[in-house]
C-alpha cells in the first residue's frame, strides 16, 4: 500500500493513523488535507479531519519518470526499468530503435546521464549517481575495454615500453585503472587534457609521469 485515507479528531489524530497504516514516519510521506475538522453545534454537523497520505516517490521513480519523458520529446517509444542500490541508479531503456540511442562509444547514453544527474541534484538536493543503459551495451563496453587493457599489459610487459590507449571518457579509464591495478608487471596512469585523455600502461620497470 503506497497510499491511505483516514479519518480523526483533528489532523493530527487523522494524520497517525496513515502513518501507522503505511508503517512509514512523517518525512517518508506527502499529506493532503481533504477535509478540515468542524466541531458540532448543539451536536449537529461536526465532522472529523481527514487526510491523504501517499509515500513520497522514490529518487529511482523519479528519475524512472524523468528519462521516460526525455524518450517522447526525442521522438521515441520507450520504457525505463530502474534499480535503486547504495551505488545509485541504474536505468534500462527497452523500446524500439534503442540502437540509435547509444551513439559513438555511448556518447548520447553519457549525455542522458548527465542530463538526468543535473536535474537529479536539483529536485533532490544531492547528486545521485545514474547509469542509463540499453541493449547492454555498458556490458559489452566493460568487456571490450577489459580484453583491451589486458593486451596492453602483456604488450607493455612482454616490449618493456608504455602502450598509449585510445583517448577515453573518464569512466573507461576508470575501469582500465582497475582492471590493471593488481597487475604485478605493469603501471597505470592518465595522460592529456579533455577530449585527448587516455590511459598510458607502463612496464613495472619504467616510471610513469605523474597525474
Same mark, same amino acid.
Given at each position: ?18 502513518? *501507522? *497504516? ?50 517522447? =520529446? ?18 534500462? =531503456? ?26 537529479? *541534484? ?90
Amino acid at each position: 500500500m503506497s497510499a491511505t485515507e483516514h479519518s480523526g479528531r483533528t489532523v493530527a489524530e487523522a494524520l497517525d493513523r496513515a502513518l *501507522a *497504516a503505511l508503517g512509514v514516519s512523517r518525512d517518508e510521506v506527502e499529506v493532503e488535507v481533504i477535509q478540515e475538522p468542524r466541531p458540532a453545534l448543539l451536536g449537529l454537523g461536526g465532522r472529523e479531519a481527514k487526510v491523504r497520505v501517499a509515500r513520497k516517490a522514490t529518487p529511482g521513480a523519479f528519475a524512472q519518470q524523468e528519462v521516460e519523458q526525455l524518450l517522447s =520529446l526525442m521522438g521515441y517509444e520507450g520504457q525505463a526499468t530502474v534499480e535503486e542500490s547504495a551505488d545509485g541508479i541504474s536505468l534500462t =531503456l527497452v523500446g524500439q530503435e534503442m540502437d540509435s540511442l547509444i551513439g559513438r562509444d555511448g556518447k548520447t547514453l553519457d549525455a542522458l546521464e548527465f542530463l538526468l544527474g543535473l536535474h537529479m *541534484a536539483r529536485r533532490q538536493g544531492q547528486w545521485i549517481p545514474i547509469v542509463v543503459d540499453t541493449q547492454g551495451y555498458r556490458a559489452r563496453r566493460e568487456s571490450t575495454l577489459i580484453a583491451t587493457a589486458q593486451q596492453a599489459a602483456e604488450r607493455a610487459a612482454r616490449e618493456g615500453a608504455p602502450v598509449f590507449l585510445e583517448p577515453m571518457e573518464s569512466r573507461d579509464r576508470r575501469t582500465v585503472h582497475t582492471v590493471l591495478q593488481g597487475d604485478p608487471r605493469v603501471t597505470t596512469a592518465s595522460e592529456g587534457e579533455g577530449e585527448q585523455r587516455r590511459v598510458v600502461v607502463h612496464p613495472k620497470e619504467s616510471t610513469p609521469p605523474p597525474e
